[in-house]
């Protein structure tokens, strides 16, 4: 079976590398349909991650089990079907499409016109475009399949981390652990590179907030953050941590004092972190030796 697979991948990639046309393509379709599943677990991880914590947390208190409502007791991310939440209506196959269910339904249900979300869209149009960066960028490569669920990985923590400021162990630390994996076969960087970059990426932020909370008496980050940059770290090496850090503070610093100006959040109110790690991580991924070779350049 694994000799039928590697055929296949073999004979993809001829394919794909005669006909750009086709690999950009089927990478935009197949990044679209990725999107619209990612909305689905930005939206249902967080609320069986909230049922689980009840459920475990009553069991270990000896507690009698909380009153969950059924709906959440069998939810997961397979089921139950996509629908409304205003009116239950289930969502038939042509009302699924990425971007063109949106489009064709005018952003409202087809059963009692509640109004969609843009969300849906946006994020189905993004996965589907930052696929094509990354396809255009490493080309019909091994690089390519593993920088796609970096980013789609990426983009599901983002989301959530929005929402709910909550970066799930469920996904950091399997991102964290794939990371390390890939570096056995040096698909972004060497074994070496690789786990002091994930040492060095929690360190850092750790050392941080333990300064941080010292200093204020206040926690300035989430452990989740910690975690992120590991995963980052291992992932891209340890080298490329001066410019993530760099980079997502910078951004960050910029997008807070920004929300703050025009009232979109006030002083006292927590900033997710995560999606500027994810935004800077991602660019060291792709782009991290050009802008290494660009600031080096440009010292001497």
């Not at 589907?128 to 923590?157: D, H, N, R």
Request: proline share 5%; with cysteine; charged share 10%.
């Amino acid at each position: 079976m694994f000799e039928n697979i590697t055929s296949l991948f073999e004979n993809l990639s001829i394919i794909f590398q005669s006909s750009p046309w086709l690999f950009y393509t089927s990478t935009l379709f197949f990044g679209l349909c990725v999107g619209s599943f990612l909305n689905v677990v930005a939206y249902r991880l967080p609320l069986m991650l909230e049922r689980d914590w009840k459920l475990e947390c009553h069991e270990f208190l000896e507690l009698k089990p909380p009153e969950i409502d059924d709906s959440l007791l069998s939810i997961n991310l397979s089921t139950p079907a996509s629908a409304c939440p205003n009116c239950g209506h289930k969502l038939r196959v042509w009302e699924n499409i990425p971007v063109l269910s949106y489009l064709f339904l005018r952003a409202k249900c087809s059963s009692c016109a509640t109004a969609i979300s843009i969300q849906y869209p946006v994020v189905e149009l993004l996965t589907g475009l930052a696929s094509v960066v990354v396809a255009y960028t490493l080309g019909v490569t091994l690089q390519t399949l593993a920088a796609l669920f970096f980013t789609w990985v990426l983009i599901a923590l983002t989301l959530i981390d929005i929402k709910k400021q909550l970066l799930p162990d469920n996904i950091t630390l399997p991102l964290l652990w794939l990371g390390i994996f890939l570096s056995f076969y040096e698909v972004f960087t060497d074994l070496k590179s690789s786990v002091i970059g994930a040492i060095a990426g929690y360190l850092i932020l750790w050392s941080v907030y333990q300064l941080f909370k010292l200093i204020t008496k206040k926690e300035g980050m989430g452990f989740g953050d910690f975690k992120l940059l590991a995963a980052l770290g291992a992932w891209v090496g340890f080298s490329y941590l001066p410019q993530i850090i760099f980079m997502s503070s910078i951004v960050g610093s910029i997008m807070g004092i920004s929300m703050l100006v025009i009232g979109k959040t006030k002083k006292q109110q927590p900033i997710p972190f995560g999606p500027y790690l994810a935004i800077a991580g991602w660019i060291a991924l792709l782009w991290g030796d050009t802008i290494n070779a660009t600031y080096l350049s440009f010292l001497s």
